[in-house]
């Protein structure tokens, strides 16, 4: 911490202000996974599911950061619809996103280099960072998996909805946006330490939209059941796992994988 000019010390920086030290650890362990999933009930409520210890540090820390100002935009209530149709997609109207989100950057391969020059996750200012999600040094990745020791957890400035966050690897060394298992598997973790059905996370490659050619995923709550999630699968080849999507919008597969507990797929 700088010291003032008189030789006085500065007072100590509040959580979550712009110049916050380093963000706290969210240390964590497969104990605390739910690994069936959280069930949608008849009528979304946001307030009526609980939450868990990961939906608690994410959502009052995000609401913290929107109280201080660090976001482009206050994010409100938005106009939501679940239009007609066997697809029962959902449409929301964010205005300012739309107006108040940085400019993408020109994307011309699936393969185009990390260019410092360009916008990137270096440039985050501290505040802008919830925590730093760990796992339990008792739960590392099981032998022959890439370590990669946490990610951080930081505010989308231009969110599309309530905890909209990135997962992002250490931003110093400058990863570009190709999805790695490492990072997949922290994406999985984060949405196994929900409790809430609606915690999604994603991942934009170049080419599809992904606006940051610095290696992230996305993280927010959508309070309504989505397509995928009930859409109607067949295996794809005779090994277990692996199953191809029918009435989705686009060519789409899903995977399963054992439960550690149960065996049974999850």
């Not at 959502?59 to 697809?87: A, D, I, N, S």
């Not at 330490?193 to 995923?217: C, K, M, T, Y």
Request: glycine share 8%.
């Amino acid at each position: 911490m700088a010291a003032e000019a008189d030789g006085d010390q500065a007072p100590p920086e509040q959580p979550g202000s712009p110049d916050a030290p380093h963000p706290e650890d969210f240390v964590y362990s497969e104990d605390e996974f739910i690994p069936h999933g959280a069930g949608w009930r008849s009528e979304p409520d946001p307030p009526s599911y609980p939450l868990s210890r990961f939906d608690r540090a994410l959502q009052e820390g995000w609401k913290h950061r929107m109280e201080l100002g660090l976001f482009r935009y206050h994010l409100g209530e938005l106009q939501t619809r679940v239009l007609p149709g066997p697809m029962q997609l959902v449409a929301q109207l964010n205005i300012q996103r739309g107006v108040e989100k940085r400019k993408s950057q020109v994307i011309h391969s699936i393969r185009q280099p990390f260019n410092p020059q360009e916008f990137n996750f270096t440039q985050i200012r501290p505040g802008e960072v919830l925590f730093r999600m760990c796992r339990s040094p008792a739960h590392p990745p099981a032998a022959g998996r890439p370590q990669l020791d946490y990610v951080l957890v930081v505010i989308n400035v231009s969110p599309l909805e309530l905890g909209h966050v990135l997962l992002l690897p250490e931003p110093t060394l400058r990863l570009p946006q190709v999805l790695t298992p490492e990072l997949l598997r922290f994406g999985l973790d984060a949405v196994l330490l929900s409790a809430h059905p609606g915690f999604r996370v994603g991942f934009n490659s170049l080419g599809a939209f992904a606006s940051v050619n610095h290696l992230h995923l996305h993280g927010f709550y959508l309070n309504w059941p989505l397509l995928v999630e009930s859409a109607p699968a067949e295996p794809l080849s005779p090994a277990p796992g692996l199953f191809f999507l029918r009435g989705v919008p686009l060519p789409s597969s899903s995977s399963e994988t054992p439960s550690s507990e149960t065996g049974e797929s999850d």
